[in-house]
């Protein structure tokens, strides 16, 4: 937090989606020497060249990375290396759940400092609160080592049902103490909120397609229709995708049998249909999709489907444009590779991957920068589409192929034209931190306050911007809020909101004036 170059990451990779589709093991049978395989040889004896002879120690591991990289990098964006670290991260949060202590944290002044426990995990029921600064797990320092994420996270991970002492400081007291807590399965959510907007509208938000979305899912829109729900919500914006069968799942929740999902074609030819079956508890209901510049994969399956089934209405901007399928292949040592083996197709035919040329994906995923140049976040007309990839839904609409699902309603950003990089330091951990270290300096600020008396508070106090505005300028990003004030105040207030009375209130601020669902509701 003490250079621009931390956060160029969240600026530069907002946009970027990966779609997951987890497949089998690839075999390789022994064969006499092909050209194919002498080139594999002549990789495997050069590497073992520099083991043997090379003069200085050189790691293989990260030649061996290198080489992988490499390759990929000149086959297509999707098609991607995942060293060992970043596969079991990844991993965890598809599954949807991990063991251990249940913190939300970051590395505040080089220390583990508890942003917010999970509500009735582990470390909540152990004494752990906000702003406790973890110290040691066990006889392990965790301050003042600059230790990476995934290192921390292994600290304090563990089997189900062990112990982790926790020596903790917490400055409210300005005391140590040594709290137990005994790990166990810490969800992952998938569905981040399901909410009434009105007697008739539901919502539900999904941030990614993981193993227990569907589920998620499925129980929020059981609650939802025995409200009295007749028009449901989906929000996709932000969801850059995973596996496609939960969309598909989903999907068919509202689509009558045999209604076509996705069809997905191979290098072969081979085309494998998903059709709708009988089973679907919301289809005659209005139905609303709202999808951005980072929806991606998966959440483009759900819209297309929806879109060329005339089953519903999409909102929003033009989504980011992957219709590529990748499978994945595990290595021995952890990492593995998503090799892309196919493209997927809506039910009408069109394929909504974006343009890309191989070898140059920083270029692809930084088509935002494109977008912004074109107008297109403001201005539905300036979306590029090709008259010659025209396509017709079910009752005969036009939509368009070759780069994103275009809304049928279109609603621009909300930052004002010109300072669209806010848009994405908004929605990105940036506003967290600086909620976190305003609270920390003065948790007495809100104390014993209900949440319609910090609403109050909030609504009568312009403070935070101004002190956001030098909070940005403190990490290096030189920015004007003047004309952006109302925007900025509403995700600080959802901020607050979020770690001082948890999730639900969050979205209860978020969505108050939201612009996409004032397109719907109006």
């Given at each position: 937090m003490?250079?621009k170059e931390?956060?160029?990451?969240?600026?530069?990779?907002?946009c970027?989606?990966?779609?997951?589709?987890?497949?089998?093991?690839?075999?390789f049978p022994?064969?006499?020497?092909?050209?194919?395989n002498?080139?594999?040889?002549?990789?495997?004896?050069?590497?073992?060249f520099?083991?043997?002879?090379?003069?200085?120690?050189?790691n293989?591991?990260?030649?061996v990375?290198?080489?992988?990289?490499?390759?990929?990098?000149?086959?297509?964006?999707?098609?991607?290396y995942?060293?060992?670290?970043?596969?079991t991260?990844?991993a965890?949060?598809?599954?949807?759940?991990f063991?251990?202590i249940?913190?939300?944290f970051?590395?505040?002044?080089?220390?583990?400092?508890v942003?917010?426990p999970?509500?009735?995990?582990?470390?909540?029921?152990?004494g752990?609160l906000?702003g406790?600064?973890?110290?040691?797990?066990d006889?392990t320092?965790?301050?003042?080592?600059k230790?990476p994420?995934d290192?921390?996270?292994?600290?304090l991970?563990g089997?189900?049902?062990?112990?982790v002492?926790?020596?903790?400081?917490?400055k409210?007291?300005?005391?140590?103490?040594?709290l137990n807590?005994?790990?166990e399965?810490v969800?992952?959510?998938?569905?981040?909120?399901?909410?009434?907007?009105?007697?008739?509208?539901g919502y539900?938000?999904i941030n990614r397609?993981?193993?227990?979305?569907?589920?998620?899912f499925?129980?929020?829109l059981?609650?939802l229709k025995?409200?009295?729900?007749?028009?449901l919500i989906?929000?996709?914006?932000?969801?850059?995708?995973g596996?496609?069968?939960?969309?598909?799942?989903i999907?068919?929740?509202?689509?009558?049998?045999?209604?076509?999902i996705?069809?997905?074609?191979n290098?072969?030819?081979?085309?494998?249909?998903?059709?709708a079956?009988?089973?679907?508890?919301?289809?005659t209901?209005?139905?609303?999709v709202?999808?951005?510049?980072?929806s991606?994969s998966?959440?483009e399956i759900?819209?297309?489907?929806?879109q060329?089934?005339?089953?519903?209405?999409?909102?929003?901007?033009?989504?980011f444009?992957?219709?590529?399928?990748?499978r994945?292949m595990?290595f021995?040592?952890?990492?593995a590779?998503?090799?892309?083996?196919?493209?997927?197709?809506?039910?009408?035919g069109?394929?909504?991957?974006?343009p890309?040329?191989k070898?140059?994906?920083?270029?692809y995923?930084?088509?935002?920068?494109?977008?912004?140049e074109?107008?297109?976040?403001?201005?539905?007309d300036?979306i590029?589409?090709a008259?010659?990839l025209?396509?017709k839904?079910?009752?005969?609409r036009?939509v368009y192929?070759?780069?994103?699902?275009v809304?049928d309603?279109?609603?621009?950003?909300?930052?004002?034209?010109?300072?669209?990089n806010?848009a994405?330091?908004?929605?990105?951990?940036?506003?967290?931190h600086f909620?976190?270290?305003?609270?920390?300096?003065?948790?007495?600020?809100?104390?014993?306050?209900?949440?319609q008396?910090?609403?109050?508070?909030?609504?009568?106090d312009?403070s935070?911007?101004?002190?956001?505005?030098?909070?940005l300028k403190?990490?290096?990003?030189?920015?004007?809020?003047e004309?952006?004030?109302?925007v900025?105040?509403k995700?600080?207030?959802a901020?607050?909101?979020?770690?001082?009375?948890?999730?639900?209130?969050?979205y209860?601020?978020?969505?108050?004036?939201?612009?996409?669902?004032k397109?719907?509701?109006k």
């Amino acid at each position: 937090m003490k250079s621009k170059e931390k956060y160029l990451p969240i600026l530069l990779f907002a946009c970027v989606a990966m779609g997951v589709v987890i497949g089998g093991m690839v075999n390789f049978p022994k064969r006499t020497l092909s050209k194919q395989n002498a080139r594999k040889v002549k990789i495997e004896r050069l590497i073992d060249f520099i083991n043997e002879e090379y003069v200085d120690d050189v790691n293989s591991d990260s030649i061996v990375d290198m080489t992988v990289n490499s390759i990929l990098a000149n086959l297509d964006p999707h098609s991607v290396y995942l060293p060992a670290s970043e596969q079991t991260s990844e991993a965890e949060i598809m599954k949807g759940d991990f063991v251990g202590i249940g913190v939300n944290f970051y590395m505040y002044n080089d220390t583990v400092t508890v942003v917010k426990p999970l509500e009735n995990g582990p470390a909540q029921k152990a004494g752990i609160l906000s702003g406790d600064r973890i110290l040691y797990a066990d006889k392990t320092k965790l301050f003042g080592r600059k230790l990476p994420t995934d290192s921390l996270f292994n600290k304090l991970k563990g089997e189900e049902g062990s112990n982790v002492l926790l020596t903790v400081f917490r400055k409210s007291t300005n005391k140590k103490l040594k709290l137990n807590v005994v790990r166990e399965v810490v969800p992952i959510k998938s569905v981040d909120t399901y909410l009434m907007l009105n007697k008739t509208s539901g919502y539900i938000k999904i941030n990614r397609f993981a193993e227990n979305t569907y589920d998620e899912f499925r129980a929020g829109l059981e609650k939802l229709k025995k409200q009295g729900m007749t028009t449901l919500i989906i929000d996709l914006r932000d969801n850059g995708g995973g596996y496609l069968e939960r969309a598909v799942s989903i999907a068919d929740e509202f689509l009558k049998d045999k209604e076509l999902i996705v069809f997905t074609k191979n290098r072969k030819g081979t085309v494998d249909k998903t059709y709708a079956t009988t089973e679907g508890i919301f289809e005659t209901g209005k139905l609303y999709v709202l999808v951005d510049e980072n929806s991606a994969s998966a959440s483009e399956i759900l819209a297309g489907a929806i879109q060329d089934n005339d089953r519903g209405t999409i909102v929003g901007r033009r989504s980011f444009g992957k219709g590529l399928v990748q499978r994945e292949m595990d290595f021995d040592d952890g990492s593995a590779v998503r090799l892309t083996i196919s493209r997927y197709y809506t039910p009408s035919g069109r394929s909504i991957q974006k343009p890309y040329i191989k070898g140059e994906g920083e270029k692809y995923s930084h088509d935002f920068e494109t977008r912004f140049e074109s107008g297109e976040l403001y201005e539905k007309d300036k979306i590029k589409v090709a008259d010659s990839l025209k396509f017709k839904t079910k009752k005969g609409r036009t939509v368009y192929g070759g780069g994103g699902i275009v809304p049928d309603i279109f609603v621009p950003l909300e930052v004002k034209k010109g300072e669209e990089n806010l848009a994405y330091i908004l929605n990105s951990g940036i506003v967290g931190h600086f909620v976190f270290e305003q609270l920390d300096k003065n948790r007495n600020l809100f104390k014993g306050l209900k949440f319609q008396q910090f609403l109050a508070q909030m609504q009568n106090d312009d403070s935070y911007t101004s002190k956001f505005e030098g909070y940005l300028k403190g990490v290096g990003l030189d920015m004007k809020l003047e004309n952006n004030k109302t925007v900025v105040k509403k995700y600080i207030t959802a901020e607050l909101a979020r770690q001082l009375f948890g999730e639900s209130q969050y979205y209860n601020v978020i969505l108050k004036d939201d612009t996409m669902l004032k397109a719907v509701l109006k």
